[in-house]
């Protein structure tokens, strides 16, 4: 990414929390375990593909787990291994159709947790009945051979400390700087050499790899946010071999990095602007007057704050940074901005508990802790899916974000948090067409702010057999949300293979 533009990487808002149990390659199989798939397999692969799967039950009726071993090299298998921890939830009537595959975003958030502890957040009933929903966590990620930088004290440093000096001064840069350098070096020291291996491609190849030991000839897949870029970048690769693909929240691949991060912050400061208009009309908003008056109060709420920070009742102080990222968490989902109003009422009135409880969700604190990697499994991705961009014009960059994102863009750029990434960027960013593959359905939320409506289009228009249903609404994602057209149509592709028709619209 350029130095100017880091952004603040949309991810799925999950909580996690499951405890996933190592299983010996050989226990005793306690579920189906269909003949791995491994037609037209690369010999050098032959012995992950031909893996056979040896599930254990999870600790909940309807689930069972197991893991996977995956090369970390797929360009060179004596390069070592890695493990990826799966975890099955089996079809609750007749046959199942085979398996369905699911990513519910990030990058970083883990699969395994999320359908163990929030299967409905990720199937509905109709799809959890015809098919065996598989949750895996991606390699970095989670249960599987993960990404380790700080413990939870230095999490905390990370997240919260106010760095010295003004907003975009030297001193203030360098010590941003050094705080990322320090990140880098204690992942690098904490991951076990895994990380120029964390990338996107990889992780799709991995996808295929858990396609073929779970015995399905085609991928059929359902994937979130960032779980729409993993779907597509499979799709890319294996085009013969997509089975059903719904991408929720398309990511269009083609952008760089840099006009990613504005394309979101302007999502982020549309949704903010759609949230004022809501408030406004209600009695416990601590705003008043127009749209715009709200947004210059908030403006000016945040620079009070990025002078004379809150004192939590824990100690940490809250600065503009973390006032931000509360908004920006309430942004999700429509169904939080009740708590964002009164967020923003409290720290008006020098509370800062309810927009420290916002903060610590989207970073995924808990009590202190934090039970999951995920934003350490973020930077490992992104630095090393996103090319550098040394010939980027940051000038030009930062005026286009000061236009059309003026709320949130002071807080939008600093020193690139890539810069001292031990592992060198390997990604590309390039249209993926896909053809040969199957249509591909594509769901976009028009009021999206960490997925724009706009990227969803982008990508449906470049797949080849791209299908595009749109969601007129506000929040993150489509399906599964309360939408009965959505989820009719999404349903209907996956279990019957009826397409969506073209232009679908649900309001």
């Not at 939830?89 to 369905?100: D, I, K, M, V």
């Not at 992780?203 to 993993?230: C, I």
């Not at 009309?281 to 008056?293: E, H, I, Q, R, W």
Request: hydrophobic share 40%; aromatic share 8%; proline share 7%.
């Amino acid at each position: 990414m350029t130095a100017a533009i880091a952004g603040m990487a949309g991810l799925a808002l999950v909580l996690s929390g499951c405890l996933y149990a190592q299983i010996p390659p050989m226990a005793p199989d306690t579920g189906r375990s269909p003949a791995p798939q491994t037609d037209g397999v690369d010999a050098s692969l032959l012995p992950y593909y031909g893996q056979t799967l040896a599930w254990s039950d999870c600790g909940s009726v309807g689930f069972d787990c197991t893991t996977v071993t995956a090369p970390r090299d797929y360009a060179d298998p004596s390069a070592g291994d890695l493990q990826l921890a799966v975890i099955r939830h089996r079809a609750t009537s007749g046959e199942p159709l085979g398996s369905l595959l699911t990513n519910p975003g990030g990058p970083g958030v883990s699969g395994v947790d999320t359908v163990r502890d929030s299967l409905s957040l990720v199937a509905d009933e109709t799809l959890t009945s015809a098919y065996d929903v598989i949750g895996f966590d991606p390699r970095g990620v989670g249960q599987s051979s993960a990404v380790t930088c700080y413990d939870a004290s230095g999490m905390d440093a990370f997240l919260y400390d106010i760095p010295p000096g003004k907003r975009g001064s030297d001193e203030r840069n360098a010590a941003l700087e050094q705080r990322q350098t320090d990140f880098a070096q204690a992942c690098e020291a904490g991951s076990d050499g895994i990380l120029p291996y964390i990338s996107t491609e990889n992780a799709a190849r991995d996808m295929d790899l858990l396609r073929a030991v779970l015995g399905d000839a085609k991928l059929s897949y359902l994937g979130f946010s960032y779980g729409s870029l993993l779907g597509a970048t499979y799709a890319g690769l294996f085009p013969e071999r997509v089975g059903r693909m719904v991408l929720d929240g398309g990511i269009d691949p083609s952008l760089p990095g840099s006009a990613s991060g504005v394309a979101q912050a302007v999502g982020f400061e549309n949704a903010l602007r759609a949230f004022m208009a809501d408030c406004l009309t209600l009695s416990d908003c601590p705003f008043a007057g127009s749209v715009d008056d709200a947004m210059s109060d908030l403006t000016a709420l945040l620079e009070r704050v990025d002078v004379r920070p809150l004192t939590n009742g824990d100690g940490r102080s809250l600065g503009a940074d973390t006032l931000v990222t509360a908004v920006l968490a309430a942004l999700y989902s429509d169904q939080s901005w009740p708590y964002l109003r009164i967020a923003l009422t409290d720290a008006q009135n020098g509370d800062a508990s309810v927009a420290f409880q916002l903060a610590d969700f989207y970073n995924g604190r808990e009590n202190g802790q934090y039970p999951s990697n995920t934003l350490q499994a973020l930077r490992a991705y992104n630095c090393v899916d996103y090319p550098d961009e040394a010939d980027a014009d940051d000038e030009a960059l930062e005026a286009e974000l000061e236009q059309k994102a003026p709320v949130v863009a002071p807080y939008w750029v600093g020193p690139d948090p890539c810069a001292a990434w031990p592992a060198p960027p390997t990604g590309t960013r390039a249209a993926i067409t896909a053809p040969g593959s199957p249509p591909i359905v594509v769901l976009g939320t028009t009021g999206d702010p960490a997925t724009p409506y706009t990227e969803a289009q982008a990508l449906a228009e470049q797949l080849s057999q791209g299908v595009l249903v749109t969601y007129v609404g506000e929040g993150h994602l489509a399906y599964n949300k309360g939408n009965a057209c959505v989820n009719g149509a999404v349903d209907d592709y996956l279990v019957e293979g009826t397409v969506p028709e073209a232009g679908l619209r649900c309001e």
